[in-house]
């Protein structure tokens, strides 16, 4: 049933399918999946790569509202299905899909501040799950780190202080730093020198 719901909620015709379907995969809470993951990634980018060309078709003069809004709604429900998904693993399994993690991070650049408020969620979820302060969980981390990233990647402190700016982001931002400012992992939160506490 996971499985079908997941089909119809990444490739269903209808704004109706697709959000129902969504919902009904939440509900019976999976464990995640290579194909799975793979799935709910690519749906994301097709969401907001859309999303970025209706933007652009829209400074130019083209309606595209309502598509442009559906857009905007699929990436919401993605990223609570990806938090879904989190909740519902254990640490171990976590670790094997640092992709979740650095989803989370890569949408931290957004300037929508309801996708940059769920991916703060995202994240603050795998801190809770994931030990970035055990040697091990550390080393599958900083191997992991994209490598072609623009711009590229200089750690995810600042990314969430940026949430301090957002009266609708603050007060999770201030959340997820307090987490971070416990966590001795200077190469992914913060590589420069002199981390800000």
Same mark, same amino acid.
């Given at each position: 049933?996971?499985?079908?719901?997941? =089909?119809?909620?990444?490739?269903?015709?209808?704004?109706?399918?697709?959000?129902?379907?969504?919902?009904?995969?939440?509900?019976?809470?999976?464990?995640?999946?290579?194909?799975?993951?793979? %799935?709910? !990634?690519?749906?994301?980018?097709?969401?907001?790569?859309?999303?970025?060309?209706?933007?652009?078709?829209?400074?130019?003069?083209?309606?595209?509202?309502?598509?442009?809004?559906?857009?905007?709604?699929?990436?919401?429900?993605?990223?609570?299905?990806?938090? =879904?998904?989190?909740?519902?693993?254990?640490?171990?399994?976590?670790?094997?899909?640092?992709?979740?993690?650095?989803?989370?991070?890569?949408? !931290?650049? =957004?300037?929508?501040?309801?996708?940059?408020?769920?991916?703060?969620?995202?994240?603050? %979820?795998?801190? /809770?799950?994931? /030990?970035?302060?055990?040697?091990?969980?550390?080393?599958?981390?900083?191997?992991?780190?994209?490598?072609?990233?623009?711009?590229?990647?200089?750690?995810?402190?600042?990314?969430?202080?940026?949430?301090?700016?957002?009266?609708?982001?603050?007060?999770?931002?201030?959340?997820?730093?307090?987490?971070?400012? !416990?966590?001795?992992? %200077?190469?992914? !939160?913060?590589?420069?020198?002199?981390?800000?506490?």
């Amino acid at each position: 049933w996971a499985m079908q719901a997941l =089909t119809w909620a990444v490739h269903g015709q209808s704004w109706h399918i697709t959000g129902r379907s969504f919902q009904i995969y939440r509900a019976l809470r999976p464990a995640i999946t290579r194909d799975a993951q793979n %799935d709910l !990634l690519e749906c994301l980018l097709r969401s907001m790569s859309t999303k970025q060309s209706k933007r652009r078709s829209s400074r130019a003069g083209n309606a595209g509202t309502a598509q442009s809004r559906e857009n905007l709604a699929l990436t919401i429900e993605v990223l609570i299905t990806l938090q =879904t998904l989190v909740r519902a693993q254990s640490a171990q399994k976590l670790i094997l899909f640092p992709q979740m993690f650095w989803t989370s991070v890569a949408l !931290l650049h =957004t300037d929508y501040e309801q996708h940059y408020l769920a991916a703060l969620k995202l994240l603050s %979820d795998l801190l /809770d799950r994931l /030990d970035l302060s055990d040697t091990y969980v550390q080393n599958v981390f900083s191997a992991s780190i994209p490598k072609e990233w623009q711009p590229p990647f200089r750690g995810i402190q600042h990314l969430v202080a940026r949430g301090l700016f957002s009266p609708m982001a603050e007060h999770k931002a201030i959340d997820v730093l307090s987490k971070l400012i !416990l966590i001795p992992f %200077d190469r992914v !939160l913060h590589p420069e020198p002199g981390r800000l506490l």
